[in-house]
């Protein structure tokens, strides 16, 4: 029987951490944590994950910041709001939280938040950090799925690791993670143009899907036994859900999971992780100016 990797629980526990942490900086009269975010227009998955991030700010005692700009924001105008935040001493961390409208180059933006702010671990310096195994703000959502595996004792050494997708937030950098000395897997990274994916998907020990195809993992790609993690969310229209879409993941869950040891769900796997990360990259970035 499968067991479930439970996102929202590891969550909670590590908010539960961290809120201790924030209490304690309190008692001692140390700043408190500030978290800023910039959401441009009015894409709905935007709104929704930046909602998030702002309550579970709340949740653990963090001060926090939402600014608001319209869809019709200059380049120019964004890249002065984030010279802002860089130099504002109240704010320990920030994001812009991505898609950004088409007129926006992403990159130049990412590229413009000061290294030591950017908590989603987006900034070149921070990923060539972690490549050198010198990290400092590790990408927020393959942080967490590092972490779920760590605190489900999942054995990494020496394990199999096919991950499905090369994004430069979530499949490159989880690959660089993962076959790091100490967690020693051993990891195979396939996308788009890679071909005989089923079989080399089947021989994974664990499986990760980062590719947003909804249920594109199907039972004949898992190997029995493995450990299916799935980071996709899309939001797939579905009448009889009160929004009128269901999140829906990279895997098909009811085929997959009877032949999984580990699965993670969607939602309730990864993307709980994903927000406590942004948390702990914002605790460690306040922590540095003690
Ligand atoms: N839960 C969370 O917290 C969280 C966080 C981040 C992202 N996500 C979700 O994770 C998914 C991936 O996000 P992303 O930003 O990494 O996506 P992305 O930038 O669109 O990259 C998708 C990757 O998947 C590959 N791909 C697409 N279709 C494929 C196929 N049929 N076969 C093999 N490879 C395929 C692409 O290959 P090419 O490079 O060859 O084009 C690309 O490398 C999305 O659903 C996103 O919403 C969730």
Redesign the pocket.
């Known amino acids: 029987m499968y067991k479930i990797i439970d996102g929202k629980h590891i969550a909670s526990e590590i908010k539960r951490e961290i809120a201790t942490e924030v209490s304690e900086r309190k008692a001692a009269g140390l700043k408190i944590p500030h978290l800023a975010a910039i959401l441009v227009g009015n894409d709905g998955g935007s709104e929704t994950y930046v909602a998030h991030k702002v309550k579970a700010c709340e949740e653990v005692g963090f001060e926090s910041t939402l600014i608001r700009l319209p869809d019709s924001t200059s380049e120019e105008e964004l890249l002065g709001k984030v010279r802002e935040l860089n130099s504002d001493d109240s704010v320990d961390g920030f994001i812009v939280q991505l898609p950004l409208p088409k007129h926006i180059s992403e990159e130049k933006v990412t590229n413009t938040i000061a290294a030591g702010k950017d908590v989603d671990g987006f900034h070149p310096e921070n990923l060539g950090k972690m490549m050198l195994g010198a990290p400092v703000f590790v990408s927020a ?1 393959p942080f ?1 799925i590092t972490e779920l595996l760590r605190r489900y004792d999942i054995p990494t050494a020496g394990s199999r690791v096919v991950i ?8 490159r950098p989880l690959s660089i993670l993962l076959s790091m000395k100490g967690v020693d897997a051993t990891v195979t990274v ?5 071909k005989d ?1 089923e079989a080399i998907c089947s021989e994974a020990d664990i499986l990760i899907a ?4 909804p249920l ?1 993992v199907k039972a004949n790609m898992v190997k029995e036994g493995a450990v299916v993690i799935d ?4 939001r797939v229209k579905n009448e009889t859900s009160k929004s009128g879409w269901k999140l829906t993941g ?1 895997v098909d869950f009811d085929a997959v999971a009877p032949k999984c040891s580990y699965i993670t769900p969607v939602p309730g796997g ?2 709980p ?2 927000i406590v990360s942004l948390l702990r990259n914002t605790l460690l970035a306040c922590r540095m100016k003690d």
Request: aromatic content about 4%; proline content about 0%; cysteine-free.
């Open positions: 959502t967490g499905i997708g090369r994004s430069n937030i979530v499949g396939v996308h788009s143009r890679s994916i980062a590719i947003g195809q594109f980071v996709g969310t899309t990279d990864v993307g992780m994903t």
